[in-house]
C-alpha cells in the first residue's frame, strides 16, 4: 500500500445472492490521505456497495481492500475506531431527542461522558442546532436530521469520513450548510470519500473523482484535469455528453 494512501481497493468483485451481474466487477483505486474522494455513478453503479465495504458492513467474494494499512478481512474493529459513517438513510432513533441520540452513538464508539458532552455541545453549536437539541428526531426537519447524522459520525473525530449521498432529498439551506461543514472539515485534514448523484456538488467540494458504472470505473481525476481533456464546461456537462457507458477512450485519467 502507498505511504500516501488512506485507502486502496485491489480487484474487487460483489455479487449479491440471488443477483445475475456483479455489483464491483474488478474495482480497483487508491484514496491518497487528505483528499476530498468522490464516487459519482447512476443507481446500481456500486457507489453504496463500495463504501459499505470500506466500513466493514459487507462483504465481497474477491479481491483485497486496505483502509490506513488495515485489512477490512480481518482488522474491521480497528477501522471503525479510525472512520466516521453517514449512512444514506438517517441512522437516528427518532423517538430519542438529539442529544440523547448523540450520547448514545458516542457511547458506543467508547467516548467518555465527559467527552461526549464536550465534543456534543461544540458540534450543536457549530451547526445552529442549540434550540433543537432536546427536541425528538421525529419532530425535526430532514435537513436537520441529516445535519445530526453527519454530527453522530463526527464524534469519534474519525481520520476518514464516509459519507453516502449526505445532502440527499434536502432543503437549500440545510444543504449549504451541510456543505460548509464538510469543506471545513476537509480543510481540517480529515480524509473524506463521498458518494453523490449532484454533479455541481461534488466538482465543487471533491479533489478527484471516480466515475462509476456497472460497477467499475469509467474515468476518473481532478475534475477541472477531466473537464479540460474532454472539452466541456462541467462534470455534470461531461455525463451528458458521454453517459454512463464504455465511450470514453480512456478507462483511466489521471
Not at 463504501?51 to 490506513?68: P, R, T, W
Request: glycine share 10%.
Amino acid at each position: 500500500m502507498p505511504n500516501n494512501a488512506a485507502i486502496e481497493i485491489i480487484d474487487l468483485y460483489k455479487t449479491y445472492a440471488g443477483s445475475t451481474y456483479a455489483a464491483l466487477n474488478g474495482l480497483s483505486l487508491t484514496v491518497a490521505k487528505g483528499e476530498f474522494f468522490g464516487l459519482l455513478g447512476p443507481n446500481g453503479a456500486g457507489k453504496t456497495t463500495t463504501v459499505s465495504i470500506l466500513c466493514g458492513l459487507a462483504s465481497f467474494q474477491k479481491g483485497n481492500v486496505f483502509v490506513e494499512g488495515q485489512d477490512v478481512k480481518t482488522q474491521t474493529k480497528n477501522i471503525k475506531r479510525i472512520t466516521g459513517v453517514v449512512p444514506q438513510e438517517i441512522a437516528l432513533y427518532q423517538e430519542l431527542t438529539t442529544e440523547e441520540n448523540l450520547r448514545l452513538f458516542g457511547n458506543m464508539h467508547n467516548i467518555s461522558g465527559q467527552s461526549v458532552r464536550m465534543r456534543m455541545n461544540e458540534f450543536i453549536n457549530d451547526f445552529g442546532l442549540m434550540p433543537y437539541r432536546n427536541r425528538r428526531i421525529e419532530q425535526l426537519s430532514g435537513g436537520m436530521k441529516r445535519q445530526v447524522n453527519l454530527i453522530a459520525a463526527l464524534l469519534n473525530s474519525p481520520s476518514i469520513l464516509f459519507l453516502d449521498e449526505p445532502t440527499v432529498g434536502i432543503d437549500v439551506r440545510s444543504k449549504s450548510i451541510i456543505v460548509e461543514k464538510l469543506k471545513q472539515i476537509h480543510q481540517n485534514g480529515t480524509t473524506v470519500v463521498y458518494t453523490s448523484h449532484d454533479m455541481n456538488e461534488a466538482e465543487t467540494l471533491c479533489s478527484h473523482i471516480a466515475l462509476l458504472d456497472r460497477g467499475k470505473i469509467i474515468v476518473e481525476g481532478h475534475p477541472v484535469t477531466l473537464i479540460s481533456k474532454f472539452g466541456v464546461g462541467s462534470v455534470e456537462e461531461l455525463i451528458r455528453k458521454y453517459g454512463w457507458n464504455e465511450t470514453f477512450e480512456s478507462p483511466l485519467v489521471k
